[in-house]
Structure formats: structure tokens, C-alpha cells
């Protein structure tokens, strides 16, 4: 029997390997005989089994109801219990009115499909159209959301009430988009290209997928900080996720040495690079996506400290600095930190510091490591020392050069090495593979080699 074909189902193809899309519940329908306002199945993407949802508008408007929410719930079951990727796209008018509790019930019961799936198997969401209310809630839950410029629509509260239009970009001010596509076939190829970043579930061994030379010379001395990361990663491997939000930290998936892995950067150009609410808040949402899915974690230090003014002290500022901490010391996946410029006093410690669990922590010829920055330790500290023969400016020189000297820090043990930055890229691949099979559970042992 054909099938019509409806927004729903062409979003599904266009996401899917051609040809590979296979329809679940397809004639499912509502007790009253209306038709189901979600399509669902399964498909490959590049190759690798992916299922995905549509929330469909040529369906009843894409109604959300017990009917969608059971059809999610077969489909969750089943991905689950095959580890792999879940991609939604959201686009609806919302619930029926009329069904009371039921549709209060039918949104539970997908929020709770999506936080036992969390942290198991990836999910992607796709806002296709309208998602308000538990839709926007759902969605937020996933773990990368991408959203579309002058379609997407995505709030818990209707504009005419918060007075915010939540469109795409007001959607990526506020965080809650990944990335921002220009239409909806650029939005399924970045789906696709994050997918092929992301493993199928948490317990996937690692897979070498790339194949650029990690031997290559990595020349980022006074690169800005995309450019630095495009350097050391593979080549254009490097996919930028909340670019417009917390601007003073980037944060993305990229190759490193051909394998996956999550970046972590302070942006020294914005202000610094010091370290704000929303810029915390991202490095330790990036932080825990990585240790869900046992990607490596690449940070890159270039930070004068933490923002002191009196608008981020109005901000959960200490909370979100301690979500960064937390999100660092409990991973458990390969930790690589480099301290590419400056990283001045909390900024050092945050940033994926040996303290905090890095496994390799390098720093490029030149780097400024310093529990303060040297204008306000030769205040505090060597105040007295100013003469008249003696400059402050001599003074923060002095300090710059000796106490804040990377030599300073790698005689301490917080710092492995000092690099060449051309050897970077280099040094980086080789502790990636040291590091593929890192499992911080001690090893059981049968018992020891006696001696001859």
C-alpha cells in the first residue's frame, strides 16, 4: 500500500542515506481516526544506523499526543537497546487541548525517553519549525540542537507574553542552539557531519576515521584562536558548537590524530580570555559531552583569569566556575591541555589543569603561567621593591620572565613539557593514541610473576 508523502517523511529522506529510510508505525492513528502527527524510523547515515522522529505539519499539524508519545517510546526502546543515535525534529502547533491529563501525560512521557536515553546514545535535535512549551524543554534536553535562520522558533513561554521573538539567532544568544544552519539541507549536512563525530553509544570503542598526516607542522604562533584549533586539529575537521553564546570560549568536535574529540579554547581576544558565566557554563557542557561519549578532551589555555565586574558577580558566577571544575575532575576520558598564551591564576587551575585530572598538560615556548597577573603581583607582592632605580615596569617584567615563566611551572609537575608551537600538532596525535585505551578502573590481577 503507498504511502503519502508529507514534510514529515521528506525530512526524514533528505537526513538518511538515500534509499535507506525505513518507516516504524506508519498506520498508527489516534482513537478518533485522526492521523499520527509524528513519523518515526530508522535509517543509515554515512553508513552507520541512526533512528530519528519528525515532528510532521501535512499531519494534524504535527499534534503532540499519547498516540505521538507511545510511537517515540517504541522508538527510544529500540534504539536504545541497539546503542544508536537519535535525531528529532521538532515542528508543531503544540498538544490537543481536549485531552486533558493525556496530553500532559503523552509530553512525560517523552521527556522521560529523553533523559534515560542521555548520556547512553547521542541525540540530535532539528528545529524545524515551531517548538514551544515541553517541545522547547524536550529539545534543550538533547544533547546538540541545531537550529535554522528564519524557521526555527523555539521558546517555553509565546512571544507575545516574554516580548522575545525565539528565532534562531535569538535561540543561539541564548545557548540553546549548536549550530545555526542558513536552510533546512544545511541543517541535515551539519546533522550528518556532527553525527560522524559522535560514536553510537557510550560504550563504542574508539574508530580512526581520519586519515591527515599528524606529523604536520602546526604554525599557531599569533594565530587567532579558530585558527589555532584548525591547526592542530585535522584538517577542516573542526565544527564549532554555540558559537554566539559565551563569546570568550570556543567550544567544538573536531579530529585530532584521525579520532574524535571535544575542544575546549579560551578566545584571548575577547577580553582576554577571561573566564565569564555563560563562557564556564559552555566549556562544562562541552566537558560533559565528551566524558558521556569517551571523546578526548583538547583544551587550549589562553586566559588573564576569571571576570571581575560587578555584572558577572550578578551571575551564578561561582556556581557556574564550579559546574567547570566539577565537569573536569569527574571526566574520565584522555585529557590533553595546553597553555597557549597566558593562564592567570583560577583561569590556569579550570582549564583542564594537572590538578584537576589532565592527563598531559603542555605549554607552547613563551607561555605565561602565573597565579596572578604580573601588573597585580608586583603590586601586591613586590610593592616595596620600587625605587628610584628600580622601574614598576622593571618589576613586572622581572616577574613576567621568572615567576611567570613556563620553565617555573613544568619544574612543579603542572606542566609536561614546553613546546615548539610548529611540534604542537605532533605531540598532541601521540598522546591521543598513548591515551586511546585510558580506563582509570585498576586493572584485576590474577596474580604476580614469582621471581626465578
Excluded at 35 to 52: D, E, F, H, I, P
Aim: aromatic share 6%; glycine share 10%.
Amino acid at each position: 500500500m503507498e504511502k503519502d508523502t508529507t514534510i514529515g517523511t521528506q525530512r526524514l529522506a533528505a537526513l538518511f542515506d538515500a534509499g535507506t529510510f525505513a518507516e516504524l508505525g506508519a498506520y498508527v492513528k489516534r482513537s478518533d481516526g485522526k492521523a499520527s502527527g509524528a513519523v518515526c524510523g530508522y535509517g543509515a547515515v554515512n553508513g552507520r544506523l541512526v533512528y530519528a522522529f519528525a515532528q510532521d505539519t501535512d499531519r494534524e499539524k504535527g499534534a503532540f499526543d499519547l498516540t505521538v508519545a507511545k510511537k517515540l517510546h517504541t522508538l527510544y526502546e529500540t534504539a536504545m537497546r541497539n546503542g544508536a543515535p537519535v535525531v528529532g525534529i521538532f515542528d508543531s502547533i503544540g498538544s490537543y487541548m481536549t485531552d486533558g491529563a493525556d496530553a500532559m501525560a503523552a509530553y512525560g512521557m517523552l521527556l522521560a525517553d529523553v533523559s534515560r536515553a542521555s548520556g547512553v546514545i547521542p541525540q540530535l535535535a532539528v528545529i524545524g519549525g515551531v517548538c514551544a512549551g515541553l517541545s522547547a524543554t524536550t529539545a534543550a534536553m538533547f544533547d546538540l540542537t541545531v537550529t535554522v535562520e528564519g524557521k526555527s522558533q523555539l521558546f517555553v513561554g509565546a512571544p507575545f507574553l516574554t516580548g522575545k521573538d525565539g528565532g534562531a539567532e535569538s535561540i543561539a544568544a541564548d545557548g540553546l542552539s549548536s549550530v545555526t544552519a542558513k536552510d533546512e539541507a544545511d541543517a541535515f549536512a551539519k546533522v550528518r557531519a556532527l553525527l560522524g563525530l559522535l560514536p553510537s553509544n557510550c560504550a563504542s570503542l574508539p574508530e580512526e576515521i581520519g586519515n591527515d598526516d599528524p606529523n604536520r607542522a602546526s604554525e599557531i604562533a599569533g594565530l587567532a584562536v579558530r585558527d589555532a584549533i584548525a591547526a592542530v586539529t585535522d584538517r577542516d575537521s573542526f565544527v564549532e558548537i554555540g558559537g554566539k553564546f559565551g563569546a570568550g570560549m570556543v567550544t567544538g568536535l573536531a579530529l585530532l590524530g584521525g579520532y574524535p574529540c571535544g575542544v575546549v579554547a579560551n578566545d584571548a581576544a575577547v577580553a582576554g580570555g577571561v573566564l565569564t558565566a555563560n563562557g564556564a557554563r559552555k566549556a562544562a557542557r562541552m566537558v560533559s559531552l565528551c566524558n558521556c561519549f569517551g571523546l578526548p578532551i583538547l583544551t587550549l589555555v589562553d586566559s588573564e583569569g576569571v571576570a571581575a565586574d560587578a555584572k558577572e558577580e550578578s551571575t551564578p558566577l561561582a556556581a557556574e566556575l564550579g559546574k567547570l571544575a566539577m565537569a573536569y575532575a569527574s571526566a574520565n576520558v584522555a585529557k590533553l591541555t595546553v597553555v597557549l598564551g597566558k593562564a592567570y591564576g583560577a583561569a590556569f587551575t579550570l582549564m583542564g589543569s594537572k590538578a584537576l585530572g589532565a592527563d598531559v598538560v603542555y605549554a607552547l615556548d613563551g607561555a605565561e603561567i602565573s597565579v596572578m597577573k604580573p601588573e597585580a603581583a608586583v603590586a601586591f607582592l613586590w610593592n616595596d621593591r620600587i625605587t628610584e632605580k628600580v622601574t614598576r615596569a622593571e618589576l613586572v617584567k622581572k616577574w613576567t620572565e621568572e615567576e611567570a615563566s613556563a620553565v617555573r611551572a613544568a619544574e612543579s609537575g603542572a606542566v609536561d613539557d614546553i613546546l615548539n608551537p610548529a611540534d604542537l600538532r605532533r605531540y598532541l596525535c601521540g598522546a591521543v593514541n598513548m591515551l586511546l585505551c585510558k580506563d582509570e578502573a585498576d586493572l584485576t590481577r590474577k596474580h604476580c610473576n614469582l621471581p626465578l
